[in-house]
């Protein structure tokens, strides 16, 4: 690209799932007058990756949902509890409406697309210069919001991956409940380190998206997935015969208690898994971006920087730092850590306290019903190695993707079925 950099007020750095939020969300807060370009070297369109969350119904994301769940389901190895969510909703939301809706923000903000990749980025406290990766320089911009993958400030103590398989299924009869989530069921075989389970998303009586998933320290093969799904699909009972495959998504989202760095510089914000909106322990991340996008066209609209709340209060990315722990040592048993977490809460307080919205009361009655004595464990190993980071350097984990990485092939959705 040969054209001269330009001067805007909004810079989008990465153009995903973070920036397409904020980019509706400008457009639904009637922001206009805001030169805003957008960075990245993939324009998203079309489906690659699905969205499940929760939320309260009554929101712009209503006419855009493939479907949604007002009961859902955990299943243990002995137990299927059934929870109402009400006032909240589980949600499912494929990737081709949100980019479209971003996509029709982008002509209404008038918004420059560059289609490079953008590397190093200098703040002057005044203004943000973005160059391209091999140097020249691309844009100048009053703020910039970047969400391109990056790495936390420092290594976690636990680094975990949500990595996960799933199949769009298509049944030639009617096999699934519509009106029947499966959340989490765990009654898949266990890793020996970490933790999985299945779960199944309806869509319809003939429709629905199946996943194999695993909370744990590595990536398995290809076929490790197959079998996994193979097996659960057998569980759940399904003749092959009568099924058919109609696209596969893979995922690898970061588990870690390594601090994402939210504000790097004054006039730089990072949105996203990159700005540590994703929870660690539990990989959603969805939740998180839809609020702080708001967050940010609300600054916006009102003439304020636009500068989102953090995605998490610090103490709840604590109790996630400690959980981690306490699974990664296996001082606590997976599927009876989360199956109690749902069983001794209601339902609504387990998700509003996993989107950060819990008050210090609610966290004692969550913290409550886990296991005492290997909580007890993991918190002062947590504080043992607080204190032994301070004195020794750590190493990078292993699975950071480097910024310069444009798009992963271990993410995203393929049509081709299997
Ligand atoms: C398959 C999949 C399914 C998921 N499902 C769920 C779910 O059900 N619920 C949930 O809560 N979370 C889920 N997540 C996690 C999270 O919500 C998504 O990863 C989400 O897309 C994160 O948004 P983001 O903007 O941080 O990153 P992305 O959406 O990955 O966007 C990052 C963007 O940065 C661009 N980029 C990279 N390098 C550069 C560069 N140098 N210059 C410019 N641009 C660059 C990329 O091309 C990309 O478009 C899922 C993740 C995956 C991969």
Known sequence: MDSPPVDVDLALVGGGGAASLVLAALDRHRVRDLRVAVVDPVHRRGQDRTWAFWDEPGNDLDDLLSASWSRVEVVGPDARHALDLAPLRYAMLRSGPIYQRAAEAERR?????????????????????????????????????????????????????????????????????????????????????????????????????????????????????????????????????????????????PMTDGPFV????????????????????????????????????????????PVPAPAYPRRHRWMDAVALRALDANLVDGPDFFGRLFARNPAPRVLRFLDGHTSV?????????????????????DAAARIRDRITPARRPAWVVPPAVVDSESSGTDGSGQ
């Open 109 to 253: 903000l008038d918004a420059l697309r560059i289609p490079a990749a953008a590397g190093r980025v200098d703040d002057d406290g005044d203004r943000v210069l973005v160059h391209a990766v091999d140097g020249r320089l691309l844009l100048r911009a009053r703020w910039l919001l970047d969400s391109r993958p990056t790495a936390p400030r420092r290594p976690g103590r636990t680094n975990w991956l949500q990595h996960f398989r799933g199949w769009w299924l298509t049944a030639d009869r009617p096999v699934f409940d519509p009106d029947r989530a499966v959340l989490m069921d765990f009654r898949t075989p266990q890793p020996t380190r970490g933790v999985s389970f299945g779960y199944v998303l309806p869509v319809d009586s003939r429709y629905a998206l199946v996943e194999y998933t695993e909370f744990s320290p590595g990536l398995l093969t290809g076929a490790a997935y197959d079998a996994a799904l193979t097996g659960y699909r057998d569980l759940l009972g399904l003749d092959p015969a009568r099924l058919t495959v109609s696209e596969v998504e893979n995922g690898v989202i």
């Open 262 to 305: 939210a504000r790097p510089s004054p006039r730089v914000v990072r949105l996203g898994t990159a700005g540590g909106a994703t929870r660690p322990s539990t990989g959603f991340t969805f939740s998180a971006m839809y609020r702080q996008a708001d967050q940010v066209a609300r600054a916006v609209a009102s003439g304020r920087p």
């Open 361 to 381: 009361v609610e966290d004692l009655a969550v913290m409550r019903s886990t296991r005492l004595r290997p909580m007890v464990t993991a918190t002062v190993a």
